[in-house]
């Protein structure tokens, strides 16, 4: 019996949904800070002063002793001649 009526209560909500979607009353989805002339939070890559590699900040060699070379884009760690991490691939 109690899982009849939570069956119904969880139709009826979800009709209520579907007519309050119908007549417009969606909340809006969450603004795209990028399209409201915001700049996306830049990424800082590492870069191995000894292999040439570079690493975003997820990797696990993104902190090593030797990754003292520091980049905005991956486009500028590839210029000045490194090469992406095989574990990050950035």
């Not at 997820?58 to 760690?77: G, I, L, M, P």
């Amino acid at each position: 019996m109690r899982l009849r009526r939570a069956l119904i209560a969880l139709l009826l909500v979800m009709l209520w949904a579907g007519v309050a979607g119908a007549q417009g009353e969606r909340p809006a989805p969450p603004p795209d800070k990028t399209a409201a002339g915001q700049a996306a939070p830049s990424v800082v890559y590492h870069g191995n002063l000894r292999s040439h590699k570079f690493h975003r900040p997820e990797c696990r060699y993104y902190n090593c002793k030797r990754c003292t070379a520091r980049f905005n884009s991956r486009e500028q760690a590839i210029r000045a001649g490194y090469v992406p991490c095989k574990v990050c691939r950035p």
